[in-house]
């Protein structure tokens, strides 16, 4: 338990306390690889996972607030989650973004839901960004308990990615009992795969001359961002070890994959 007492610099001292007791679970349960390819410097960046269970909500955003010595990750995830007693308040140590399209089942959850926002969810990720924060996203949008592939994605992690022109970290999320017993637990042991970090810089340019108004320039845009998300849901496929089949990369919304001989946002 020597890790236990690795400095928080970047944390208040009761926040750094509650965040080495949060981090005990991990200590037991989580193993990592390519933790080599985790920034020096602050950042920004964008941390990009697969999404498997409820538990990863908490764990993983603890596992990397810890490992950059306090850094806060504003990880994109549901409103409800900021809802619920205590776990609210410990999701509030990420400062996340919530997205509020998904309804509670709960009603008393349910009627603290914003009908709207004045931003998108891409444009308060880069607003976080240009501030100075780090984002962590799930391109599912969704939990995917299926062991073997990996589900749909969506191209918001493009548009961020080409909007802010930073890089993007691959890290696949991966479980021993997956492989086992053909399964993903709900708690249990589990592996984090680190991967290089993917720079998209060739294709912002791009995507940023084509703002303004007109249906074929966010055609253009969406199909860049569109060729990101492909890349990155490349990269979480070998680090996740969950297969990525091109009809499922994108989203149904999209209507769009990539034909033969298209050129693709590359790293």
Not at 60 to 71: A, C, E, K, R
Not at 182 to 203: A, E, H, K, Q, W
Not at 227 to 234: A, F, I, K, L, P
């Amino acid at each position: 338990m020597k890790q236990l007492f690795k400095p928080l610099p970047h944390l208040s001292p009761m926040r750094a306390l509650l965040v080495k007791l949060l981090m005990l679970p991990n200590f037991l349960l989580m193993r990592a690889e390519g933790m080599e390819h985790l920034p020096s410097t602050r950042g920004p960046f964008i941390f990009a996972f697969n999404h498997n269970n409820s538990a990863e909500a908490l764990m993983v955003p603890i596992f990397f607030i810890y490992h950059l010595g306090g850094h806060t990750i504003s990880f994109v995830i549901d409103w409800m989650y900021g809802r619920v007693p205590v776990l609210g308040r410990m999701m509030d140590m990420i400062e996340p973004v919530y997205v509020y399209t998904k309804r509670s089942p709960l009603r008393w959850i349910e009627s603290s839901r914003p009908v709207r926002t004045a931003e998108n969810t891409a444009q308060r990720c880069c607003r976080k960004i240009a501030a100075g924060r780090s984002i962590g996203i799930f391109p599912e949008g969704t939990r995917n308990p299926d062991p073997e592939t990996l589900g749909r994605a969506r191209s918001g992690i493009g548009h961020i990615a080409l909007e802010s022109g930073v890089k993007v970290i691959p890290v696949g999320i991966d479980f021993p009992l997956r492989r086992e017993k053909g399964r993903i637990p709900v708690f249990g042991r589990t592996i984090l795969r680190v991967g290089s970090p993917m720079d998209f810089t060739n294709c912002s340019e791009e995507y940023r001359s084509l703002s303004g108004k007109g249906s074929e320039k966010a055609q253009q845009r969406n199909r860049l961002a569109m060729e990101v998300t492909h890349s990155v849901m490349r990269s979480l496929s070998g680090l996740s070890g969950k297969e990525c089949h091109e009809s499922q990369i994108f989203a149904a919304t999209t209507h769009h994959q990539p034909q033969t001989g298209e050129r693709l946002c590359q790293v």
